[in-house]
């Protein structure tokens, strides 16, 4: 299994979120966060904003639906400007579900 964290814009949440069910990917986790890119946040005339606003999605899918899974969240995520997000997988050695302790 795969933990795919997507950083995305918050305007795009209903877009992935959406995409991702339409395609049988119901479940997940998100999370406002704050955070910048390579850019160091944005400059609106004085001011600098280094922190902006984003949503980080966080899905467990099996290795096979990576793919599938990573190229919808782009599709439904890309606005084709700076800081559209970013994607991080990473491994998956075990789950436990809290209501049944039932390990996978």
Request: no cysteine.
């Amino acid at each position: 299994m795969k933990m795919i964290k997507a950083i995305i814009r918050p305007e795009k949440e209903y877009d992935v979120i959406s995409g991702l069910e339409k395609a049988g990917f119901y479940s997940l986790t998100k999370m406002d966060v704050l955070g910048r890119g390579r850019q160091r946040g944005i400059q609106v005339g004085n001011t600098t904003y280094d922190e902006l606003s984003k949503l980080m999605l966080m899905l467990v899918v099996e290795d096979k639906e990576l793919e599938r899974v990573t190229e919808l969240i782009q599709q439904h995520a890309r606005t084709g400007n700076f800081g559209d997000g970013k994607i991080f997988v990473t491994d998956v050695a075990q789950t436990y579900t809290i209501r049944t302790g039932q390990k996978q």
